[in-house]
């Protein structure tokens, strides 16, 4: 999440909302076919407490690509599950990376800031080094003579 706290009444599309008939509907599915996927782990949808299944968009959305990757990929679906199950690590790491990133970048500003920091408190009254180079110039100091 955001880190915002979420209306509990708002609908994502990860609330499970709809049930098996609906579902099925909006699939295009059959509910048997849809018992089976969940059987076989393929889509998990949400339960009710009288152990009902409750599927979300996001579940309706997966139902129609575990069927296009049977129909029109001829993918089995063993092959599906390991797919989706890729898919979601995949979208882990992205997550992580994401993370991962954000943190890099927060540091890298950290740093900067300490170095700001550091320079800031340089003193003022000395003079950097330089290496000076051999010229060919001579210069002759006299003092001035008194009288």
Known sequence: MDGRRRNPYELT?????YVISVA??????????LRQ??????VSPGRTAGRGRRYSARDIELLRTVQQLSQDEGINLAGIKRIIELENQVAALQQRVAELSAAVEGAAVAMQQREAQVHASYRRDLVPYQD????SALVVWRPKRSE
């Open 13 to 17: 599309d990860e609330s499970p909302v």
């Open 37 to 42: 996927y969940d059987r076989l782990g393929l």
């Open 132 to 135: 000076v180079q051999q010229a």
């Open 24 to 33: 099925a509907q909006l699939s295009g599915l059959h509910p048997q076919t």
